[in-house]
């Protein structure tokens, strides 16, 4: 995301999207009520009476709209925004859908800026481009590879096969395990060219073996390429590979990589019962405490009036704020906690999980009839 404009008077301030990751963030940085211009086209009121509306030729002008729903399509990669026309060469107070993809300017009008804008331009603008990296975990017969680039985490392929026993040595065993092995090598050759950076994962043998493949192979693409223990192959080791931290260096810069990795933090110091406070009561005394060094909180929340103040006063606190969006496995995980949670700068214990109060997200069962 690049920041081509912004005036502090009015609130104005003009982006240009650069990344699939830039979609989900102006997607939660525009609110409904506020005004958003971008170049758009439009079906030519001037256009002769007689011709068919549907033929009427349609023009390339820049139209502003007050959004009335705004809506991120994360598989098919754009934002579309929905509103009346309130400037523009014509059709003044009529609705108009922008439709906002990568390499796309946008124009976006905010009375007020909150905390959770804020951290989300901030985000974007701190993102240098997201490099890529792709993730691979494979194991026989099951494997995946996932793409990802900032907030953006993508399917490239699920690789399932039926590979026969290994009851004789050069049988059908040995000619399936040979021709997966050249699929995978083949199928990483081609998506690992423009990558950053490639984290390959699996139990056993086979990413050895892959990786050996691609040091005769395909040089370049082995050098860029790091190999982890995981548990299993297919989605379920790259989901291990995101939470156990394993692939630190390889996965930095990468959001999608730090969201995950954050959530499991949590998760452990939850399951320890230190450092950790969970749902919004307990949140909101630590954060009145001063105990808060990092505040993870559901994209959902972002528009509730109360999670704004909370944002704006760790925001004052110096605490890290980040952002966790709902579809994935980390944000599921989050909201079964709440939907808000922070990780302690020291051992604290909030007042409800001492009395027992059913206000507190772990509050034990209460005694008496």
């Not at 525009?30 to 009121?45: F, M």
């Not at 399917?155 to 039926?162: A, H, S």
């Amino acid at each position: 995301m690049r920041l081509l404009h912004r005036d502090a008077t009015t609130g104005l301030v003009r982006l240009r999207l650069e990344t699939p990751s830039d979609l989900w963030r102006i997607a939660r940085f525009v609110h409904p009520g506020e005004r958003v211009g971008a170049s758009t086209t439009r079906r030519d009121p001037e256009a002769p009476a007689e011709v068919a509306g549907a033929e009427r030729s349609r023009r390339r002008v820049f139209l502003t709209v007050r959004a009335e729903q705004v809506e991120f399509h994360g598989f098919s990669k754009h934002v579309r925004i929905t509103g009346p026309i309130v400037e523009g060469p014509f059709d003044i107070g009529r609705h108009h859908t922008l439709d906002l993809t990568e390499g796309d300017e946008v124009a976006v009008l905010k009375p007020s800026v909150s905390a959770g804008d804020r951290t989300i331009l901030e985000e974007g603008l701190e993102g240098k481009g997201d490099p890529t990296v792709l993730i691979v975990a494979v194991d026989w017969g099951d494997s995946a590879i996932v793409r990802l680039r900032g907030r953006s985490l993508e399917p490239v392929v699920d690789l399932r096969r039926t590979i026969a026993g290994k009851r004789f040595e050069g049988g059908q065993g040995d000619k399936d395990r040979a021709a997966y092995v050249e699929e995978l090598v083949g199928l990483l050759r081609r998506e690992g060219a423009g990558a950053t950076a490639v984290a390959l994962a699996g139990p056993g043998f086979l990413k050895e073996e892959v990786a050996r493949r691609l040091a005769e192979g395909d040089p370049p693409l082995a050098a860029k390429t790091k190999v982890f223990p995981a548990a299993e192959g297919g989605r379920a080791g790259v989901d291990e590979l995101l939470r156990s931290g394993r692939a630190t260096e390889v996965l930095r810069g990468s959001v999608a990589a730090e969201e995950a990795a954050q959530v499991e933090r949590l998760i452990r110091s939850v399951a320890s019962g230190t450092r950790a406070a969970v749902g919004p009561v307990e949140v909101a005394e630590a954060l009145e405490a001063g105990a808060i060094e990092t505040l993870l909180v559901a994209e959902t929340l972002l528009a509730d009036p109360a999670t704004e103040a909370m944002l704006d006063r760790a925001r004052q606190a110096r605490v890290r704020l980040f952002v966790v969006r709902d579809e994935t496995d980390a944000g599921k995980r989050l909201t079964a906690l709440g939907k808000t949670a922070a990780m302690l700068r020291y051992d604290w214990v909030p007042a409800g999980r001492l009395t027992g109060s059913p206000g507190s997200t772990r509050a034990g069962p209460r005694s008496g009839p």
